[in-house]
């Protein structure tokens, strides 16, 4: 009857927290968003590494089963130097993309988006090349995507031109199938497809580790049959901010979101 | 003999330091940059003056004689509320700029562009009231300004279509004069000068603080007149990252980059 806790370095795990609501309606969800210090996607593997394990303890604080770790740059650069630090299960979301991308590629060439950290840290292409050496994995870092999104320039001119030119080596490279290696980019999935063509798959990770969560906690008998679902999301600044946009990544309004201080 | 201590959530004060360094060449400064939680200008006032006051914590353990706020956002949102708390003297970047504004404008007709903090503090608004209560007054938030800076998009289509997006409402008003307010808005001079028109002043605060800081040392008998001008520079993340885009904003690269925790 445990919470799940999820956490994201701010708006952009609800994506995932969407799919957790849609498999797991039972499970309660304690979210948290480290809106203070957003966004982790420019910043260092160790600088990331420190604000993950202080969102985990205050996840711990409230009594979660499971931690779920919605943000691609903190499942590359900390999930493998944190997951056995820990007694709870922690699962990220690279494992599950991968997996899917490599299941859907028919050419064997994969392209990765993401921001800066992830794509530096070669997270995607390990896992990739571990579950099929074969693959040719192509990545980019779309920096400024994760700004688009939040302004909310979804379409038009603006984003379709800077699309085409971070896109570009992954059209070159004849990918067929395109992770979004990052929780903000499926929110641009028309303006993606439209740049690389309606043949090529773009993989959302979100689906993916909803499945894997739900698995592990059938595996580990930690399922929640009997509840009703109740999701709390917590902040480290501006509710209001979080709130607004929080919408657009869930599909429905949020209520229950609190500012605390998780440090 | 002490150095100067200059603050910014990350590398856009060092438009400011550049100033400082062409007016007082004597003076040592010591530059904090607090990468590992920038950017500020999405953030709420409370959490800027929560940020601010650990940064100005730390310059006074370089025993800084003097505090500037190389940032639009915190000395908006941070400025009023802390500038009595502290010993040192602590200037900050809205004054001098609405003032050097008041001085140019011919129509009484100022506009003002920042990020959302800065627009939302109205505080470029209350000081130019406060020094000629006729001006009309016209700002607006350029989110994606900032993005488009760190990404090195200085130029063409994109920062083009944005900015006459951003910049209508300032046409509109018919101003004659524009704050840039916020320090990484300077490098993207020639896009707003060519939307706003020719005969449209820019305001870059940079200069007037460089003023106000000489003006206040010399009242204050604070002035070093035989020092080398040496810079420190210490960064909370990614001295790296700081470093490449340091030369941007400085116009000569930056040596001596250190990181630091802060908190």
């Excluded at 609800?14 to 420019?42: C, S, W």
């Excluded at 990331?48 to 770790?69: A, G, Q, T």
Aim: aromatic content about 8%; proline content about 5%.
């Amino acid at each position: 009857m445990r919470p799940i806790g999820v956490f994201d370095s701010g708006v952009g795990g609800l994506t995932v927290v969407k799919e957790l609501i849609r498999q797991l309606p039972n499970e309660d969800i304690v979210y948290f968003g480290d809106t203070a210090r957003v966004p982790y996607g420019i910043k260092s593997k160790e600088t990331v590494i420190r604000f993950s394990i202080e969102n985990i303890l205050f996840l711990l604080k409230h009594d979660v089963k499971f931690i779920c770790i919605a943000c691609n740059t903190v499942s590359s650069y900390a999930l493998p130097e944190i997951k056995n630090h820990f007694k709870v299960p922690i699962v990220g979301v690279i494992s599950p993309g991968a997996r899917e991308a490599v299941y859907a590629t028919q050419n064997k060439r994969i392209g990765v988006i993401g921001t800066k950290g992830t794509i530096k840290s070669r997270a995607y292409e390990l896992e990739i090349k571990q579950l099929d050496p074969k693959v040719k994995v192509t990545a980019v870092a779309c920096p400024l995507f994760v700004p688009f999104v939040e302004e909310g320039w979804l379409s038009g001119e603006v984003v379709s031109t800077v699309a085409k030119e971070y896109l570009q080596p992954l059209k070159d490279a004849k990918v067929d199938t395109v992770i979004l290696g990052c929780t903000h980019y499926p929110l641009l999935k028309p303006v993606i497809k439209r740049v690389m063509g309606k043949d090529v798959k773009l993989i959302d990770s979100a689906k993916q580790v909803a499945i894997e969560v739900n698995k592990i906690l059938a595996s580990e008998n930690l399922l929640n049959k009997k509840g009703r679902g109740r999701t709390d999301f917590f902040v480290s600044d501006n509710p209001e901010w979080f709130s607004n946009l929080a919408g657009r990544f869930l599909g429905r309004p949020t209520k229950n979101v609190k500012k605390v201080n998780n440090v």
